[in-house]
């Protein structure tokens, strides 16, 4: 017996990354997972593996800020497995960030349409879905930045405060509809976004991730994963409007 044994599960930007670990932890833990990506070579490779361990997964394609395609891709995920039990909104970019003095409009609207209206239009069809068969869990992908500041990153670290405002107001909405909404705030994990960063700072990024993290160490993609899974499963039953750091201590200092 599996925690997420009979459910569906949809996670956006599961083609690599966190994304790709939670979708694969997920059909681990027995759920048939839709795999969501504007990647299509990478989203398929995550159904491949998946496959390959013996689950039950299909992959859309979606770019999170497009209202149209967030509705069809629910409504895909429905139309395959016949519901929508579990949902991550995971897909996000970290832009290319600049002291608000010289941060661009551009970059702004860039982050905020993924990281932040993505987040929104994934709510509003998913938990229409689950309004009409009687419940469901969302988990959004928020950030340590999403509960901290950060010099530099004026765009990320709003979209990713926003991403709290959505879970709570959502979870209160639906506080008595059995559809649990919850944030996880990842510390700095070891994915391909994370690697670009430690390759364009000539690895300087690595050593602050290490350095800032009270663990000293860069968290593994599963680590989120696990937590994810956890919080979409019934074991999580009274847990809603939460913002979770998974961050070795980062949150603590
Ligand atoms: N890695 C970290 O240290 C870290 C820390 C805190 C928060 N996060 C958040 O976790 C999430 C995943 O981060 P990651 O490090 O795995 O990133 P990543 O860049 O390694 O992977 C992101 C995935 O999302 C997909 N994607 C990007 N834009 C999309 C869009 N518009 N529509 C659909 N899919 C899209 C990409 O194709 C990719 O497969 C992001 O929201 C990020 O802000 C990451």
Known sequence: MHELDGKVALVTGAGM???????LTMAEQGARVMVADLNDEAGQETVNTIEQRGGTASFV????ADATAVETMVKHTVDTYGRLDS?????????????VANESE?????????????VFLCCKYQVRQ??????GAI???????????????????ASKHGVIGITKCVALENAQTSIRVNAICPGI???????????????????????????????EPEEVARTAAWLCSDAASYITGTALPVDG?????
């Not at 991550?88 to 970019?93: K, L, P, Q, R």
């Not at 201590?249 to 200092?253: D, E, L, P």
Request: aromatic fraction near 6%; hydrophobic fraction near 45%.
């Open 17 to 23: 990354g966190l994304g790709q670990a939670c979708a």
């Open 61 to 64: 394609r979606v770019d999170v």
């Open 87 to 99: 949902a991550v909104n995971n897909a996000g970019i970290v832009g290319d960030g600049a002291p």
């Open 106 to 118: 551009s970059n702004w609207d860039l982050v905020m349409s993924i990281n932040l209206k993505g």
């Open 130 to 135: 689950m309004l009409e068969q009687g419940g």
């Open 139 to 157: 988990v959004n992908m928020s950030s340590v930045m999403g509960l901290n500041g950060n010099a530099g990153g004026v765009s990320y670290a």
């Open 189 to 219: 994990m070891k994915t391909p976004l994370v690697d670009g960063l430690i390759s364009r700072s000539g690895g300087a990024f690595a050593d602050y991730a290490i350095t800032s993290t009270p663990m000293a160490r860069i968290g």
């Open 249 to 253: 201590g980062f949150n603590a200092q």
